[in-house]
């Protein structure tokens, strides 16, 4: 738990940007996400295809640890992947966004939805609006969008935005497929 600040104190607070779809809002990380996030991670489902063992987060603080990533990597790099919330009731749903750790395969435009989110077709609105972003706020030709083979429904995903499978690539230890959205066949889209 954070002490209360005093009033005046010079604490640091990220402004970033603000991404509204039909149906969601992308936005910064708050500390109100923390708990929704490590239930999301905490599912096997879900676990499986993002955590980098692929097991369930199974405590608060390997949650906490897994949200404060998401929010430092806008810290460090002043971009990331954004929080997802629900505009009809403003529930956290999932993270999508740019990402590019150290030796990625590329700028890539990742996504996760919670479980209770799923099958509303929400990781592809808030993927589009990710990726109109990065091509509208990076100069890049392509983003990257790193799949595992068993991922079913990111593959969907990456079929309904547009993205092709381009070729294998190794990722944390087995085999994933590298999926991409250029520049050119978006504006043509």
């Not at 919330?85 to 999508?96: H, L, M, P, W, Y």
Request: some cysteine; charged content about 20%.
């Amino acid at each position: 738990m954070i002490a209360t600040a005093r009033a005046g104190a010079p604490l640091a607070h990220i402004q970033g940007p603000v991404v509204e779809t039909p149906h969601l809002i992308l936005r910064q990380w708050i500390a109100a996400d923390i708990k929704p996030y490590g239930e999301m991670l905490a599912d096997p489902g879900v676990a499986r295809f993002i955590t980098v063992d692929g097991k369930p987060v199974t405590d608060e603080m390997m949650g906490w640890r897994h949200a404060v990533v998401m929010a430092g990597h806008w810290a460090l790099h002043g971009v990331g992947m954004f929080a997802v919330e629900e505009k009809a009731t403003g529930r956290f749903v999932g993270r999508v966004g740019p990402w590019s750790p150290p030796n990625w395969p590329g700028f890539e435009v990742g996504w996760g939805i919670a479980p209770g989110a799923q099958g509303k077709g929400y990781a592809s609105e808030a993927a589009r609006a990710a990726i109109g972003w990065s091509f509208d706020h990076f100069a890049i030709d392509e983003i990257v969008h790193c799949i595992d083979r068993e991922n079913v429904a990111s593959q969907g995903v990456a079929r309904r935005i547009g993205a092709e499978k381009r070729r294998e690539i190794e990722l944390f230890g087995h085999t994933a497929d590298l999926w991409v959205t250029t520049r050119s066949h978006w504006i043509a889209a």
